[in-house]
């Protein structure tokens, strides 16, 4: 591990004596965690796996640190633990540069206390620098407690790198006696304690930064508006047009900030889920760039120089994972209703949809294709086929959720964890009793049972509004509800019972700026399925109609993940449904 440029990958080919890509400008080569085998011994085999740095040029931190989780979870999970940690720094830094104290930070909380033991702090690139200079920052480097200080205390050991082969296989071999693997304090978080990415020590770490420099940014923004509204001096055209870039970019950097800190919280099922597609991703790259070049492709079942000998962490059943942009389609699809909507690009009036979404998160379920990525529930339960699922607040890292299926329902494991008083209604009158069901923030539900009879935990408005309809003067049928930030909430619903006259009944709390602006605009809108995100004030989906009598769908949607993004609007083009707003 180490800064981008400290000599990670030129160590491991020193080692490995295979070709591994070297980086001589300010970009970044290393994006994904690999692995390289070297053969210590006639019979012994080492695994050198190189990281991507925190600072890197074409990944944010986020990234950064969701790649190696992913990595050292996986392996985890699979008990391929590791004998030792090299911590690369170039002593041609003249002092520890705020990328560099970030590294660190970060690779103190990463690795934990424990496992200094089996960490060596090596020093890089003394062939460019006078040995006197390098030993007195050498020096600072050991003395100093928040630099390497703590970590030589803890039982960590300091050695140096002197870009030699030879000096390269010996810092390997003080490692390689240990008979006690090392095992992070990310590993422990992410697998033994089931933590989001964002509740581990080195997510949270990276959270504070993230809030930090989001305040920064958006101080500076304020500060160039305001000099804009009060300059004694009116700046003349340019100025102006600078000084408006500048806040532009401040905008676009707190934006990514903000998504960055979104993407913190994804548990360990989604970090491999990301992982998988950033691998996918490198290597058609690669291809591509080979193909360019006239080299020969890779053998796909013998990749080369990486995971030889080790156990495969990257290849996954789809029974143990779904890729957001991976679609399934019903096989006992009506042939009819298929061709219809071949010639019209359009689906049927009478098509169900179901949509769910909480966190990173979500589901889309038409007539013809189901898009997801949570792992469970599953498509099928025997013979039945999932209609709907309904996503809670997930527990310790694991997905909340409860799926309607042909003839019955299904709940997570951890469903009465999180949602108490539903689950004791459950108990009461029986799952299979339950007709319809929407789960919100704070335990907050909503239960429509079969015998028409309804529960719900919700605020006061929205219980207001489901007594009105469930009157016996209004009778009126809630065919949708969603719960969001806070006590925002949504609730359509049929005025009488089968009358076709659709109404709804909404309160955003100011939140859900896109969803807010559709229903200012569009004078009639008549909603099939609707879901929005508690976890944050922008992201929904909504399946709707102009009017009952309609034969066309439409979609609008908004989700900060851009895999979640994009993964909705090929589910519904893959649904033949056109129309998207």
């Given amino acids: 591990m180490g800064v981008t440029g400290s000599g990670k990958s030129s160590f491991i080919a020193l080692c490995s004596g295979q070709p591994v890509r070297i980086g001589h400008s300010l970009g970044a080569c290393t994006s994904t965690v690999d692995v390289y085998a070297y053969d210590i011994s006639p019979d012994q085999t080492v695994y050198l796996i190189d990281t991507p740095g925190f600072d890197d040029t074409n990944k944010s931190d986020t990234e950064v640190l969701s790649e190696i989780a992913a990595w050292l979870g996986e392996s985890y999970k699979k008990r391929v633990l590791l004998n030792g940690i090299i911590y690369l720094h170039r002593i041609t830094d003249i002092r520890m540069q705020g990328s560099a104290k970030k590294n660190l930070l970060m690779f103190r909380q990463l690795c934990g206390e424990d496992a200094l033991k089996k960490v060596v702090l090596a020093t890089t690139m003394w062939d460019k620098v006078p040995t006197e200079e390098g030993e007195k920052r050498e020096k600072e480097l050991v003395d100093t407690q928040e630099f390497w200080g703590w970590m030589l205390q803890k039982g960590s050991s300091c050695s140096r790198h002197t870009n030699s082969e030879d000096s390269a296989k010996r810092i390997v071999q003080t490692l390689v006696g240990h008979e006690t693997p090392a095992v992070t304090t990310l ?158 690009l359009t689906a049927k009036s009478d098509t169900i949809y ?30 039945e086929w999932l209609r709907s699922v309904c996503f809670g607040e997930d527990y310790k890292g694991v997905s909340t959720w409860i799926a309607r299926y042909t003839d019955g329902w299904m709940k997570s494991p951890n469903f009465e964890k999180r949602y108490s008083q539903l689950n004791g209604d459950i108990k009461v009158r029986g799952l299979d009793n339950l007709d319809m069901v929407a789960l919100g923030p704070s335990q907050k539900y909503y239960a429509r049972w079969k015998d028409g009879s309804w529960t719900s935990l919700a605020s006061d408005e929205a219980n207001s509004v489901f007594s009105r309809c469930h009157s016996k003067e209004n009778r009126s049928n809630i065919t949708a509800v969603a719960f969001g930030y806070g006590n925002a909430y949504v609730i359509a619903f049929e005025y009488g019972f089968r009358s076709g006259r659709l109404g709804c009944n909404c309160s955003l709390n100011g939140h859900y700026p896109g969803l807010a602006q559709l229903f200012g605009e569009t004078r009639h809108i008549n909603i099939t399925a609707i ?51």
């Fill in 354 to 383: 179901s949509v769910g979404m909480y966190g990173y998160f979500y589901s889309c379920l038409g007539s013809s294709f189901w898009s997801s990525n949570s792992v469970p529930p599953k498509q099928t339960r025997g013979h």
């Fill in 531 to 581: 879901t929005l995100n508690p976890e944050n004030t922008t992201d929904f989906i909504l399946i709707w109609k102009k009017s009952p009598e309609d034969d066309r769908h439409k979609i609008s949607w908004c989700s900060q993940y851009g895999n979640v993004q994009n993964s909705i609007g090929i589910w519904w083009q893959n649904s033949k449904v056109q129309d998207i707003f």
């Fill in 187 to 344: 590993q422990v978080e992410l697998i033994d304690e089931k933590l989001r990415l964002d509740q581990t020590s080195a997510g949270r770490a990276l959270h504070t930064d993230l809030l930090r420099r989001r305040e920064t940014w958006t101080k500076e923004r304020q500060d160039i508006k305001d000099q804009l509204k009060t300059a004694e001096t009116p700046p003349d055209r340019e100025a102006k047009r600078l000084m408006r870039e500048e806040c532009g970019r401040y905008s676009r950097m707190i934006k990514m900030a903000e998504v960055d800190v979104a993407n913190l919280r994804a548990s360990m099922e989604h970090l491999l889920v990301q992982r998988e597609r950033r691998v996918a991703r490198v290597l058609k790259q690669l291809k591509k760039d080979r193909v360019a070049l006239n080299e020969p492709l890779p053998i796909t079942e013998d990749r080369p120089t990486a995971n030889k000998g080790i156990p495969d962490l990257e290849k996954k059943s789809t029974a143990e994972l779904q890729v957001d942009n991976a679609y399934t389609k019903h096989p006992d699809l009506d042939q009819e209703t298929e061709a219809e909507d071949d010639d019209a």
